[in-house]
Nanobody, 126 residues
Framework: QVQLVESGGGLVQPGGSLRLSCAAS????????IGWFRQAPGKEREGVSC????????AYADSVKGRFTASRDNAKRTVYLQMNSLEPEDTAVYYC???????????????????WGQGTQVTVSS
């Protein structure tokens, strides 16, 4: 079973950037697709992105497309979410999650995820 730990959250001004990291332990990262989710206070959890086990396929929610980029370094057992042009609406706790290697869409990720990180807070405010 893979364990996931997020880092890199913080406070940033609108228009700024952050890079989140998701470090894996307990199992080889290359066996899993990784998704990023977020949950704002009072709102349902939202799928943000999905990256395939090889990193060759990515998917993004419309709300972040063109601003967020997922990548992974399987040798370092780490997945990244580069977030640019951040908006106050991006404020949320961000979670990474693991799903079977064949998962390539956010919808499938939501259905098949089996392991979650503890989350990292991202606050976009002036």
């Amino acid at each position: 079973q893979v364990q996931l730990v997020e880092s890199g959250g913080g406070l940033v001004q609108p228009g700024g950037s952050l890079r989140l990291s998701c470090a894996a332990s307990g199992s080889t990262l290359r066996s899993y697709a990784i998704g990023w989710f977020r949950q704002a206070p009072g709102k349902e959890r939202e799928g943000v992105s999905c990256i395939s086990s090889s990193g060759g396929t990515t998917a993004y929610a419309d709300s972040v497309k063109g601003r967020f980029t997922a990548s992974r370094d399987n040798a370092k057992r780490t997945v990244y979410l580069q977030m640019n042009s951040l908006e106050p609406e991006d404020t949320a706790v961000y979670y990474c999650a693991a799903a079977p290697s064949g998962t390539t869409t956010i919808q499938a990720m939501s259905r098949y995820v089996f392991s979650w990180g503890q989350g990292t807070q991202v606050t976009v405010s002036s």
